[in-house]
């Protein structure tokens, strides 16, 4: 119940296209639900976050959907570019006292010229 | 803008041989956590930290990890007997808080048991 499940694994989207990264978890405990952004030998670096009190979430080019009743989450990348190559993981903490991130499995993205 | 560093960026060691890594958490960040990614695979909760002592910890921070904030600006993992199963990266993160706040991540140490 502590997992999240992420899908692809692996997606190839040509420039200016729109890759959708989906993930999808159990505990309804969860509240708060970020993405990192992680290229090769480098930290997780925290893109965008969204609370479960909104639908949608916008950044840049980056936008969070959420889904409560199906309790799934997504990432879209707007005007893709060759630089947002990189490995994405959602991830979900939940508010009960609770401080661990529950990351999922990752989602590698290359995005071609 | 603040990030969180961590000291060696690559830490060879043997098996059965003890290893602390280093990490400076942002200044004014209350809450320290420590992750580990194996190799291609996701990033797993260690342990956090707050108010000099752990918060909560998951079923890999077993006997042989401890935590420690020495001083006003460090925050250590010690891991006393290394396995090969070890070998991983090591992230450390810190957050204002926990409820409300973003943990941000630093750039790890590749540690690699041999």
């Known amino acids: 119940q502590q997992q999240v499940k992420q899908s692809p694994q692996s997606l190839i989207v040509q420039k200016g296209g729109i890759p959708i990264i989906n993930c999808a978890y159990e505990?309804?405990?969860?509240?708060?639900f970020p993405w990192y952004q992680q290229f090769p030998g480098k930290g997780p670096a925290l893109l965008i976050a969204?609370?479960?009190?909104?639908s949608e979430k916008k950044e840049g080019r980056f936008t969070i959907s959420f889904n409560k009743s199906a309790k799934q989450f997504s990432l879209h990348i707007m005007d893709s570019q060759p630089g947002d190559s990189a490995t994405y993981f959602c991830?979900?903490?939940?508010?009960?006292?609770?401080?661990?991130?529950?990351f999922g499995t990752g989602t590698r993205l290359t995005i071609i010229p | 803008e603040p990030e969180v560093t961590q000291t060696p960026s690559h830490q060879v060691t043997q098996m059965g041989q003890e290893v602390i890594l280093r990490c400076v958490p942002i200044?004014?960040?209350?809450?320290f956590y420590w992750y580990r990614q194996i190799l291609g695979q996701k990033v797993e909760f260690l342990v956090s930290?707050?108010?000099?002592?752990?918060?909560?910890k998951s079923e890999i921070f077993d006997d042989q990890f401890s935590v420690e904030r020495p001083d006003g600006s460090n925050f250590t993992l010690k891991i006393r007997s290394t396995k090969l199963e070890d070998s991983a990266m090591y992230f450390c993160?810190?957050?204002?808080?926990?409820?409300?706040?973003?943990?941000?991540f630093g750039p790890g140490t590749r540690l690699t048991v041999t």
């Open positions: 200044s004014n960040h209350l809450y």
């Open positions: 993160a810190s957050s204002v808080q926990t409820t409300t706040s973003e943990q941000y």
């Open positions: 969204i609370r479960p009190d909104v």
């Open positions: 505990n309804t405990a969860f509240d708060y």
């Open positions: 930290f707050y108010n000099n002592e752990i918060s909560e």
């Open positions: 991830a979900a903490k939940s508010n009960f006292g609770n401080e661990k991130l529950t």
